[in-house]
């Protein structure tokens, strides 16, 4: 009976104030989708890897190299020749296994289609429990012609016939030979950065032609794989792998004398369910996610949920003031404190209900666009824990935000409250509500101020200028396959035709690819064994051209000099003519040249930093400005660039017209020369935008969210308004019989909301300032931390702007009312 | 002071039309007290409420010091009422959170006058009722007798010509409402045009003439001896 009494009140009570119940269910309902959107993006992220069986003894090796004056260069695998020292130096470590990357044409029929597989160690199978579907994926493994398809590879060779047993050809850079498909696996879940669609045995021997694979200690060609025993701390094994660097190295990587391996070569080691996130280096074998992301929108999350709690409490609160009578009515009819406690505490929570329900609508409503946007396929799983995971949320939402009113109100005595002419607001509870409203603009604010930051940032890196014109170049990627290399001459020459190709070049780098490869260089003026580390790039002719790059001083490569670089194999046999090179104003300097006139013509000798013994000699014949290829979180370095277009990777052809065309054109000529090789493109302008996709992807996240977080406040603070001003209905009368204008209430009511906001702002810009100017770091070239002032001073405007709109309307309806009527229902 | 003429109220809600004030046609000279009297929903503070012109008439003129002010604005009527005319209600409706000088200065805020006149003001008119020694206490600190003293503190602190009172007495025992009274005989003697709506006859006989009203029109006019 009493308890139907509650239902039917709490009912009743939602119905009669339709605008608080309508604001309050809302307000709730778009934070807790906002929630359940960033946490299902959350838990996704942090899944990745952690279905493993052994997922918390296995550990990935990671090896950076620092070459003197350059910056880290971190990689996510490391060198074959580590592998084998793991388990002898660590009695820790049970089982190491190298899974090392392989671009194979699988020949079946006449068809060709390359794969990506890896060449892996049998002890694999001891780290990963991998699901085997077929086959016996032990011995499949102990010998150097079987193969492991996963699931969809299977199908794409066989289709519904049974692999196991039939054969394949796989060609290799080094070997064609047939292969007998000899297990079956389930694919990898999509939320994992052990990425293998296939796999072969590792045997050394098969490799012995391969100049590198398994012979260089400087080259990171696997993902090398260990398990520890339980309970190993795994910094004790990254403490010792300074030693172990010094005890297995041969030398280290520039041959300066005074370092020891380890200071240019360091080895450490992440868990697997840390790949996704928190690897360094490039070459993942799926795109990584950011921890600092999902640091940052756990905290949005938070956030949200405490300015949308922060608008239930208000509300509430405001509300259970206009029901003192009715507490009082109960108390008097022999309610005990705790039975109100119950009832209030219960409204809340119901109310939390429907706003969960309204807000999985929200989320399913939005779940496609939201997909699309953070490029996931992300569902909410109703048989799973994630409905009780919310639900659990909402209920702690609304008991909390029903206690603070519920004990209020049942505080109330009713002798107080059933005399007419009394407000039942206290001022502590009036106080209470301000603050809270402080805290919610505090951090809309905050929010605010951060997108401004980052959204400049961008804007920032979009309008600096590279040193080149990164519109409408063409890439054309894979003329290092053996295949095309000689042939890149012929095909150049072919482009060149096209009507709508301007220039057209090959070069070794290009914009937002990380480049690495350095030479050490010399001046007969610098002292003996002085070197300085400069970026080496080859490049084909009319590359300054077709990237729009300003030669300074001296001039660019021309045909008619003959001036190629001379190959390591010419230089041993005793070549020793003198090499053309162009430097940029950065390696003018560092190599102590006064000026970019001064360096033309003078001679610099130099070597190849990856371990390389041989000298070249080089003249300047040129110099650039300095240009930005990387992302601007890099700063920029000094660079040399050569004619050596047989060690270049890419085309890079410089066009007019439609882009469409000239993919299609450029793809026909390719397919003619190269019928069996994918053909494969981008546009500089699209790698550029890539690198700063982090931001891209982060910022339009941020921008939602913070605009939902700033829209939930302030449905808060409109509901508050309106609350307020009925509240002060009689107040206002009074004043205006006494001869207050229109005008004057208007700007009362609004200057009690005023003040609330301007004291956030005094919150939040210093800590937006300490926060966004530490994320600035991070970039080399960046907006000046005046910016953030400026963008402080600008949302605290916004702010006040937006928190003047929501109130003016509804005050201005309060103040415009004819004053007898506020008075007449006393 | 002010003249009515052929004034009429009607209210339109719903269908249902509601004559308040029919044909009404009175005169205040300055320096009287009047006392309308009648039975419930007569019309009384509707015809209180357009002589303070807090609502306007339907029909019909009304002459404040001899300007007709019956078409006027609500911001017109605004800047009249404010230089002119003070309120006292029967449930007092003092603001609960501001204290007794506060309340009582509520009413010079809207005037222009500096701050430090204001107190003065304040100041020497809680002397005149009898509540100085309250200045800083809040209304519900106060009785309902005090209270009402405030509202009459607040009503004439303007140096308001006319007073209108809507029941002054009627949330308030006897010895309070005497009190109230006589406050307000006195503010008459000093020159104070007072219109009072009551139930009391008692009180009614302060004032020199009882205006009877009844279903919107005027019955008797009686001036006392
Ligand atoms: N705003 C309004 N809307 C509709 N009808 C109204 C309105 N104000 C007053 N009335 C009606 O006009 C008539 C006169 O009301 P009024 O308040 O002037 O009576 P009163 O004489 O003051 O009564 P009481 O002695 O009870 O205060 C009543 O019938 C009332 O219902
Ligand atoms: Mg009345």
């Known amino acids: 009976m009493l308890f139907t009494n509650y239902i039917l009140s709490a009912w009743r009570n939602i119905l009669r104030h339709k605008l608080f119940s309508a604001i309050n269910v809302l307000g709730l309902a778009i934070g807790l989708a906002a929630v359940m959107l960033i946490a299902l993006f959350v838990r996704y992220e942090t899944s990745y890897d952690s279905f493993w069986k052994n997922a918390d003894n296995i550990y990935r090796l990671q090896i950076t190299f620092t070459a003197p004056g350059r910056e880290p260069n971190p990689a996510v695998t490391a060198p074959t020749l580590i592998a084998p020292f793991l388990k002898q130096d660590f009695p820790e470590v049970t089982h190491v296994a190298r899974a090392v990357p392989l671009n194979a044409i699988f020949i079946q029929d ?346 400049s940032q961008i804007q920032y890196t979009k309008n600096f200028n590279l040193g080149f014109n990164a519109e409408n170049i063409l890439l054309i990627k894979g003329i290092r396959d053996n295949e095309v290399r000689d042939k890149t001459g012929l095909l150049i020459d072919e482009l060149k035709k096209l009507t709508d190709a301007i220039n057209v070049t090959s070069t070794s780098i290009t914009p937002g690819v990380y480049g690495v490869t350095a030479s050490n260089m010399r001046t007969p003026s610098m002292a003996e064994g002085k070197t300085v580390l400069i970026g080496d790039h080859k490049v084909g002719y009319d590359f300054f051209k077709t990237f729009g790059i300003e030669i300074i001083n001296g001039r660019a490569f021309e045909e008619s000099r003959n001036e190629f670089e001379a190959s390591d194999v010419l230089v041993r046999q005793g070549n020793a003519a003198v090499n053309s090179m162009v430097i940029n104003e950065l390696a003018v300097r560092q190599l102590g040249f006064n000026s970019a006139e001064d360096a033309i013509g003078k001679s610099v000798s130099g070597m190849n930093y990856l371990g390389g013994d041989l000298t070249k000699k080089y003249q300047i014949i040129g110099v650039t400005s300095n240009i930005y290829f990387e992302s601007l979180k890099n700063t920029v370095r000094p660079e040399m660039y050569v004619l050596n277009p047989y060690f270049t990777s890419t085309i890079a052809l410089r066009y007019v017209g439609n882009p469409q065309e000239i993919i299609e054109n450029t793809r026909n000529i390719w397919q003619q020369q190269f019928p069996n090789i994918p053909f494969r493109y981008d546009f500089v302008s699209d790698a550029i935008e890539e690198q700063y996709w982090e931001e891209h992807g982060q910022m339009t996240m941020i921008t939602a969210f913070s605009g939902l977080a700033i829209f939930i406040a302030c449905l808060g603070l409109f509901g508050l308004a309106s609350f307020t001003a009925e509240r002060r209905t009689k107040e206002i009368g009074i004043r205006k019989i006494f001869g207050a204008e229109v005008w004057q209430v208007v700007k009362l009511l609004v200057w009690q909301f005023t003040k609330p906001v301007i004291i956030a702002n005094l919150i939040a810009w210093p800590l937006s300032f300490y926060v966004m100017s530490r994320w600035l770091e991070s970039f080399v070239y960046r907006i000046d931390d005046m910016v953030i002032i400026a963008l402080c001073l600008i949302a605290g405007l916004a702010a006040l702007l937006i928190a003047w709109a929501t109130v003016a309307g509804n005050s201005y309806a309060v103040a415009r009312t004819n004053p007898i009527k506020a008075l007449r229902y006393e | 002071m002010l003249k009515m003429q052929d004034l009429t109220k009607t209210y339109r809600t719903d269908e249902v039309e509601t004559v308040a004030l029919n044909n009404v046609n009175i005169d205040i000279e300055q320096g009287e007290f009047v006392a309308i009297m009648g039975p419930s929903g007569c019309g009384k503070s509707t015809l209180l409420n357009i002589i303070g012109m807090l609502d306007t008439p339907t029909s019909g003129h009304y002459f404040f010091k001899d300007e007709d002010v019956a078409g006027y604005s609500e911001a017109q009527l605004g800047v009249i009422r404010k230089h002119n005319i003070g309120f006292i209600f029967q449930s007092f409706n003092l603001i609960d959170e501001l204290s007794v000088a506060e309340n009582i200065e509520l009413a010079l805020l809207y005037h222009d006058i500096p701050a430090a006149e204001r107190k003065e003001r304040v100041a020497a008119v809680m002397d005149k009722v009898g509540i100085a020694h309250r200045a800083k206490h809040m209304p519900s600190q106060l009785s309902g007798g005090q209270q009402q003293r405030v509202a009459v503190a607040r009503a004439v602190v303007g140096n308001q010509s006319m007073i209108l009172a809507d029941e002054p007495t009627g949330n308030l025992d006897t010895a309070h409402g005497q009190e109230v009274m006589e406050m307000l005989q006195r503010l008459n003697e000093e020159g104070t045009t007072i219109v009072m709506v009551t139930h009391s006859p008692s009180h009614a006989d302060y004032a020199r003439r009882t205006i009877n009203l009844l279903d919107g029109h005027v019955v008797t006019e009686s001036m006392r001896a």
């Open chain 1, 110 to 455: 006449n068809n060709r289609i390359q794969e990506e597989i890896r060449i892996t160690d049998q002890d694999i199978l001891n780290i990963f429990d991998f699901e085997v579907i077929a086959g016996d994926i032990e011995t499949a493994l102990s010998d150097n012609y079987s193969l492991i398809l996963n699931e969809t590879l299977a199908a794409k060779y066989f289709g519904n016939e049974n692999p196991l047993g039939k054969s394949i050809t796989l060609e290799t850079r080094v070997f064609t030979r047939e292969y007998k498909v000899a297990a079956i696996i389930k694919d990898i879940p999509v939320n994992s950065q052990v990425n293998i669609n296939a796999m072969i045995g590792l045997f050394e021997s098969d490799w012995a032609d391969d100049e590198a694979l398994f012979k260089s200690w400087f080259r990171s060609y696997s993902f090398t794989y260990y398990t520890v025993k339980p309970g190993t701390d795994i910094a004790n094994i990254n403490n010792k792998m300074k030693d172990f660097i010094d005890r297995h190295y041969p030398s280290n990587l520039s041959g300066d004398p005074d370092n020891k391996p380890s200071d240019e070569v360091s080895l450490s080691s992440l868990n697997i369910k840390d790949l996704h996130l928190k690897a360094a280096g490039l070459g993942q074998q799926r795109p990584s996610g950011d921890y600092g992301t999902i640091i940052a929108f756990t905290l949005i999350a938070i956030l949200i949920l405490i300015i949308a709690s922060i608008n239930f409490m208000n509300l509430s609160t405001a509300r259970a003031s206009q029901r003192a009578k009715e507490v009082s009515i109960r108390k008097v009819m022999g309610a005990a404190r705790t039975n109100l406690i119950i009832q209030f505490i219960g409204e809340s929570i119901a109310l939390t209900l429907i706003s969960l329900l309204l807000g999985l609508v929200i989320v399913e409503i939005s779940l496609p666009f939201y997909n699309e946007l953070i490029g996931k396929t992300l569902i909410i799983e109703y048989g799973s824990s994630d409905i009780g995971n919310i639900l659990i949320v909402a209920l702690f939402v609304g008991f909390f935000a029903g206690i603070y009113p519920a004990f209020i109100l049942s505080g109330y005595r009713p002798s107080e409250n059933l005399k007419s002419n009394k407000s039942a607001e206290t001022k502590a509870s009036i106080n209470f509500r301000t603050a809270l409203v402080i805290v919610q603009f505090t951090i809309s604010i905050a929010l605010f101020i951060s997108t401004a930051v980052i959204y």
